[in-house]
């Protein structure tokens, strides 16, 4: 079967002929690969920034935004059966760690955790993978037009349930209204995928949701956000105290633009017990300036929590599959426009490269294949 495939040596991809992997116990599905998203990750690998082989091998099989069906099962497996869409998740724990032997390899205290895709185990760009029952997200097939942004939404699933366990742990009006954002108002920062998925989820919540990014009020991100009844702030042409007096007590910013000028001032913008959640990584490493001490008076005095949060547990893929299914009941159309391209794997180089500025989502197709 082909697989796509990264030789960290020297830089280079590759379509492979690897042998099908076959069922070996019985507690593993088989999923014959439809599609598999492409995102930053898999670009900074071809770049050769990251990407580690398994253990012995000296190519790595990328890909981690996933969607399959289901070819075969093992005789215990319960969860799905032949014909159904299903994803796999990405992340498989130390075995050596309390996060992990609580199910919770998103939280990995060894950092020796493996990733599919990404980090000593093989990812999704090929044509079958097989892996336990455990890793395995059923999907209803009315989702297979989107389902490919499952591992995205997972993402942004754990850094909104962040928010709101943190603001429902100390605040006594959090607290009664559980998971229910009305009321409330949320800030965007970045209109990538991962920001127009956090905006699917907050206005499922019930929030009033803001959207910051530096590109025209009439293109494909901010029109989409839009849709979903989000307010498009050009950051630009906005400087972050006129916004302040527009949008007052802001509740909550979800940061997913990687720009760590933006990212530290956006504090600026939080409102009294707001909470921040980081989930971006900025390419450059360059100094910032910021007035540490008003940094810090604000946070002591306003109240407020800045976090960091990066993969998902597997309630968070739950909760995922979950939204994104009623989100396409309500934005079926603007669901289906964050894929901007679809390109057979063979054509994996164009995918890999292409930054169109209306681009958010490419996807290699593999259905059709052999
Ligand atoms: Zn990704
Ligand atoms: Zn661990």
Same mark, same amino acid.
């Given at each position: ?47 050769? +920034?990251? =990407? %580690?082989?398994?253990? @012995?091998?000296?190519? *790595?099989?990328? /890909?981690?935004?996933?969607? #399959?069906?289901?070819? !075969? ?102 607290? +009664?209204? =559980? %998971?229910?954002?009305? @009321?409330?108002?949320? *800030?965007?920062? /970045?209109?990538?995928?991962? #920001?127009?998925?956090? !905006? ?171």
């Amino acid at each position: 079967m082909k697989a796509l495939t990264l030789t960290p040596a020297d830089k280079s991809l590759h379509i492979e002929d690897r042998p099908e992997p076959k069922i070996e116990s019985p507690n593993q599905v088989m999923l014959k690969v439809l599609e598999v998203g492409i995102c930053g990750t898999d670009r900074e690998e071809a770049e050769g +920034q990251r =990407g %580690t082989p398994p253990p @012995g091998k000296q190519s *790595l099989v990328i /890909g981690h935004e996933m969607l #399959g069906e289901v070819v !075969a099962v093992g005789e215990s497996v319960t969860k799905v059966k032949k014909g159904d869409l299903a994803v796999f998740s990405v992340r498989r724990g130390c075995n050596a760690c309390p996060a992990c032997n609580n199910n919770r390899f998103d939280m990995c205290y060894t950092g020796n955790y493996r990733e599919r895709g990404i980090k000593d185990e093989d990812g999704y760009q090929q044509q079958f993978v097989v892996d336990e029952e455990a890793y395995i997200i059923p999907i209803n097939q009315d989702m297979r037009p989107f389902a490919v942004l499952s591992e995205p939404m997972s993402v942004v699933e754990k850094a909104i349930d962040l928010l709101i366990t943190l603001q429902r742990a100390r605040l006594p009006d959090w607290e +009664q209204k =559980g %998971t229910d954002l009305s @009321g409330r108002k949320a *800030l965007i920062a /970045g209109l990538g995928p991962i #920001g127009l998925l956090a !905006a699917i989820i907050f206005r499922l919540r019930g929030a009033e949701v803001y959207g910051m990014d530096v590109v025209d009020d009439n293109s494909l991100r901010p029109t989409l956000f839009k849709k979903l009844g989000g307010t498009y702030i050009d950051g630009r042409k906005t400087d972050l105290s006129t916004f302040q007096k527009k949008c007052s007590r802001l509740d909550l910013i979800l940061e997913a633009a990687g720009v760590p000028t933006l990212d530290f001032h956006l504090l600026e913008a939080l409102g009294i017990n707001g909470a921040y959640v980081l989930t971006g990584v900025a390419a450059d490493h360059k100094s910032v300036t910021i007035d540490g001490g008003t940094l810090m008076e604000r946070l002591v005095m306003n109240n407020q929590v800045m976090v960091g949060s990066v993969n998902a547990a597997p309630y968070h893929w739950d909760m995922g599959a979950k939204d994104l299914e009623e989100a396409g009941k309500r934005w079926g159309d603007v669901l289906s426009s964050l894929i901007t391209q679809r390109l057979p794997v063979d054509h994996y180089k164009e995918a890999m490269e292409s930054h169109a500025s209306d681009e958010i989502k490419s996807v290699l197709t593999w259905d059709g294949q052999g």
